[in-house]
């Protein structure tokens, strides 16, 4: 499978923020953000989105942040997709969606309103492709629906890497457990994150990239999640 | 912090298979296995063990290997650590285990009785450890105390990386949670998998790898556990 196909997958639905951050965790660029601050407290969200944004983004984000921070933490995360149908997300996915969604010069994990339509945006993109490949409506995807469904999404893996992922998800006796759609988001963003991590480091699309072991850590690192 | 002393965990408690290990699943040298096979039912274990071995590691293998296949699968592994008092070990550090101590030309994650040894005498390197840090005898290691126990393990971490590493373990709420013991072999187990992993592919112990696409998501993969 050529390189250009293989890798680099394209991703519309990653923010671009998180593909200029830097591994040292500072930034390359300055982040154009909202002027209002984390301890500024709101009574009215509308202000903070724009215009065309979906009802339901406002809605679900004025009724999580509890706090009236301006922003989603991990538990108002949790909550917010809760209120626009994602339930059963797990504590390894939220952190990871949080990892790669969040400012990136902010040293907390928590999202603002910004940050929050472009997750939210992605999540309805792959529900959407889930619930396709998912023809049987059994809420499970097979490992060759897993496939096509990061196919469409943008994201051509090579079939060693495909292969490894699908054998992640074996029950410990050699039989593939059928994916959730929590587990379907889960290994995405992993595969796509990572990805994108690669491509910073090889700017000039030649497929290698050459990284310091602490680059690599840090890299990685991030993606395995440990708390729970 | 020099490249010397942060890079390259002396690793004592790492197979040698592992190292040796290739990214394509390939082996660059002949694993010299013993001759039985894992079809072959077992009425006696003493033979498969070397004289010197500790007896409840023997008894543990012996007992827990249900199926007498002379290899311990995954809940079988998890029932012989929890003979020798292992016990609450996640499914995710067990497979993680496996992982990094299976038999390297076996498509299968399960150990024989000689890697089922190698493990053996890692815990309870690690258990020492541990103890010897957990001073109040909490059952907790805090991030300081983790340092220590990683120093003491051969493994120095650079500065970035330990505090990623503790990052991981905050409760969402930028508050650091205390390290069990599961989550403290966890955490090793990756960094020191990761970092032999690297220095695979740094054979002149540069501080560098360069890596392909491939190469890099199939070497970070299997670090990222999904099935619990």
């Not at 472009?118 to 993109?125: D, G, I, P, S, Y």
């Not at 059928?178 to 497929?207: A, H, Q, W």
């Amino acid at each position: 499978m050529s390189y250009s196909n293989a890798y680099a997958p394209s991703a519309p639905e990653l923010p671009e923020s998180f593909v200029q951050q830097q591994h040292d965790g500072e930034s390359r660029y300055t982040y154009a953000y909202p002027s209002y601050q984390p301890t500024q407290q709101f009574s009215s969200y509308s202000g903070m989105f724009s215009p065309e944004t979906h009802p339901e983004i406002v809605r679900s984000f004025e009724s999580a942040d509890r706090n009236r921070s301006g922003f989603l933490e991990e538990s108002e995360l949790r909550q917010a997709l809760s209120l626009s149908g994602y339930e059963g997300i797990s504590n390894r996915t939220i952190r990871l969606l949080l990892f790669i969604y969040k400012i990136p010069v902010d040293s907390l994990l928590r999202l603002g309103p910004k940050e929050y339509v472009e997750l939210w945006n992605c999540l309805a993109q792959w529900r959407a492709i889930f619930n396709r490949y998912d023809r049987d409506r059994s809420g499970k995807m097979n490992s060759t629906q897993l496939r096509d469904a990061f196919y469409n999404l943008g994201c051509v893996l090579p079939t060693s890497v495909h292969q490894l992922i699908v054998s992640q998800f074996d029950d410990g006796t050699g039989k593939t457990v059928d994916l959730c759609f929590d587990s379907f988001l889960e290994c995405g963003m992993i595969v796509k994150g990572l990805s994108e991590k690669f491509r910073e480091n090889d700017p000039g699309y030649t497929g290698y990239a050459t990284l310091s072991y602490d680059v690599f850590m840090l890299m990685v690192i991030p993606f395995i999640a440990t708390y729970d």
